[in-house]
């Protein structure tokens, strides 16, 4: 197996665009746990740790950019005021050793249904910033990025570059139901954001379907329904609930029954929805 260990963005380019099936290796917590139990044997690894600046983020009022191997451990320290959604994620994933290696890019490139970084990227409105030597940057909204199990809008050639997420307008909340607290895949995860500004509520399911995804019709339901002023009333919160349920497509697995996936996506959004609104209105009061 090639090594191949550029020190620069235009090299890594270089040699993703020259040798388009070299796997990147940013943290490594899934690459070589693959590699490990022979789940893959690539021709060529792209180590992308010596390349500085995907290891930075920066932000202002309107846009954090979070470089593709911030880890966990920096977005938890640092990015809690602006990203809670994004944080308390993060705070769930593996132990202090995966948050420390683990990285958001990471977990956007391995796509996994199960990756708790995309329901608070998704809920969040974030978009995905890649590259190729060939085409230059796009940019993905993070709802078109997941297109199936462990499938994504990244092309061949490219690699990701960072995350763009606008900082937290209103309350965030992230909730993972897993079969124990710790160093757990998620049975299912949900995310909420609300945007009080746009009266408009973000959602994404994870572990609930085929991809990371929203449920649209709920976020529909809230933006006509809420009262932004009022109390949650029990029908409503009860109807979101049961929107955000409908809108997962889950399977039986060792971890759980697709029925039970369901239930617990209806009771994790009826959850956060709570918190996030209490949150809301004790702003609003302060
Ligand atoms: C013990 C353990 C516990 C875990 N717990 C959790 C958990 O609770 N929640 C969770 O979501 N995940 C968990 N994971 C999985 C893993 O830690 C995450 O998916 C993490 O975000 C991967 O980041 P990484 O930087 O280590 O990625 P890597 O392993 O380096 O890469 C992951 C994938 O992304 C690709 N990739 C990496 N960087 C780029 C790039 N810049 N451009 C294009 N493709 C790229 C790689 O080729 C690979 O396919 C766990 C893993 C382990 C081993």
């Known amino acids: 197996m090639e090594f191949l260990r550029p020190t620069t963005w235009a090299e890594a380019l270089a040699a993703k665009a020259d040798q388009p099936d070299a796997v990147p290796l940013q943290g490594g917590t899934d690459v070589m ?27 202002d009022g309107d846009r954090y950019r979070i470089g593709a191997a911030v880890p966990y451990s920096t977005i938890i320290a640092e990015l809690g005021g602006a990203l809670p959604g994004l944080a308390q994620a993060a705070r769930t994933v593996g132990s202090p050793q995966i948050r420390n290696r683990g990285s958001v890019g990471g977990n956007l490139g391995a796509a996994s249904p199960a990756g708790d970084s995309h329901p608070p990227l998704l809920a969040a409105g974030a978009a995905v910033e890649v590259e190729s030597r060939e085409r230059g940057v796009r940019t993905i909204p993070a709802e078109e990025f997941y297109l199936g199990v462990k499938r994504s809008a990244l092309l061949p050639d490219e690699l990701i570059k960072a995350v763009h997420v606008q900082p937290a307008a209103g309350p965030q909340y992230f909730a993972k139901v897993g079969t124990r607290n710790a160093m757990v895949i998620a049975v299912c995860s949900f995310a909420v954001a609300l945007h009080p500004a746009e009266r408009r509520v973000g959602t994404g399911l994870g572990s609930a379907a085929p991809t990371p995804r929203r449920a649209l019709e709920a976020e529909e339901f809230l933006a006509a329904e809420l009262d932004w002023s009022a109390p949650l009333e029990p029908a409503l919160l009860a109807r979101f609930a049961e929107l955000c349920a ?10 759980g029954t697709a029925d039970y996936r369901r239930h617990a996506i209806a009771v994790l959004a009826r959850r956060t929805l709570t918190w996030a609104w209490q949150d809301h209105l004790e702003r609003r009061a302060a």
């Open 33 to 59: 746990v693959e590699i490990n139990f022979s789940v893959r044997r690539p021709p060529a690894l792209l180590d992308l740790t010596a390349v500085p600046e995907l290891a930075t983020w920066s932000g």
């Open 246 to 255: 409908s809108a997962a497509a889950p399977i039986d697995d060792v971890r």
